[in-house]
């Protein structure tokens, strides 16, 4: 009997030994919790200011653009829920003498009709700069962004001797090393 039992000890011995040697297979995926990022309050971009001595037409004029976050406009939120406060850009443009030629401020409805309906929802007026004169016209480079990306719809923006503006798409890449609007011999 003592035999028997030392046979059956060993035998449960050596099976827990076996078992704890090796561990269990099975198809389980086990995936790391994805947790949510917690959102901010309304993001906005910094205030931006530019100001910018021309001639034009044989006169001396200064290009004033200033961009400030406006929470009077409707708000825009990104795939995870985070809001971003859209942006209000005026241009003035100053005779020699300090009197004002032009004077117009810009929210992303006045490029609306060039923008899509992801942008129109998604998108934030995200700049106006000034590129260049030609002939009777001021040409500014103007975009509507996804927030915090490189994603953004180019646009061009003229203002004419007379004060019509006209805003167009941006067609022209700039692949000639930063001479925005530069049209290139074809």
Same mark, same amino acid.
């Given at each position: 009997?003592?035999?028997?039992?030392?046979?059956?000890?060993? *035998?449960?011995?050596?099976?827990?030994? !076996?078992?704890?040697? #090796?561990?269990?297979?099975?198809?389980?995926?086990? !995936?790391?919790?994805?947790?949510?990022?917690? &959102?901010?309050?309304?993001?906005?971009?910094?205030?931006?200011?530019?100001?910018?001595?021309?001639?034009?037409?044989?006169?001396?004029?200064?290009?004033?653009?200033?961009?400030?976050?406006?929470?009077?406009?409707?708000?825009?939120?990104? #795939?995870?829920?985070?809001?971003?406060?859209?942006?209000?850009?005026?241009?003035?443009?100053?005779?020699?003498?300090?009197?004002?030629?032009?004077?117009? *401020?810009?929210?992303? !409805?006045?490029?609306?009709?060039? &923008?899509?309906?992801?942008?129109?929802?998604?998108?934030?007026? #995200?700049?106006?700069?000034?590129?260049?004169? #030609?002939?009777?016209?001021?040409?500014?480079? !103007? *975009?509507?962004?996804?927030?915090?990306?490189?994603?953004?719809?180019?646009?061009?923006? *003229?203002?004419?001797?007379?004060?019509?503006?006209?805003?167009? &798409?941006?067609?022209? &890449?700039?692949?000639?090393?930063?001479?925005?609007?530069?049209?290139?011999?074809?």
């Amino acid at each position: 009997m003592k035999k028997l039992v030392k046979i059956v000890f060993f *035998s449960v011995l050596a099976m827990l030994v !076996a078992s704890c040697g #090796e561990k269990k297979k099975h198809d389980d995926i086990i !995936a790391p919790k994805v947790e949510k990022p917690k &959102l901010q309050a309304p993001v906005r971009m910094q205030d931006y200011n530019q100001t910018t001595d021309v001639k034009w037409l044989n006169k001396n004029y200064q290009v004033v653009v200033n961009r400030t976050p406006d929470d009077s406009l409707r708000m825009v939120k990104d #795939e995870t829920g985070q809001k971003y406060v859209d942006n209000r850009i005026s241009l003035r443009i100053i005779r020699a003498d300090g009197s004002v030629f032009f004077s117009k *401020s810009f929210t992303k !409805a006045a490029f609306e009709s060039l &923008l899509n309906d992801d942008y129109r929802k998604t998108g934030i007026l #995200e700049g106006l700069v000034f590129d260049k004169v #030609e002939g009777n016209n001021l040409f500014f480079a !103007a *975009s509507v962004c996804h927030p915090q990306t490189d994603e953004y719809i180019p646009m061009v923006v *003229s203002v004419s001797n007379l004060g019509d503006v006209g805003i167009k &798409l941006d067609n022209q &890449l700039d692949t000639n090393g930063g001479n925005l609007g530069e049209d290139d011999d074809e």
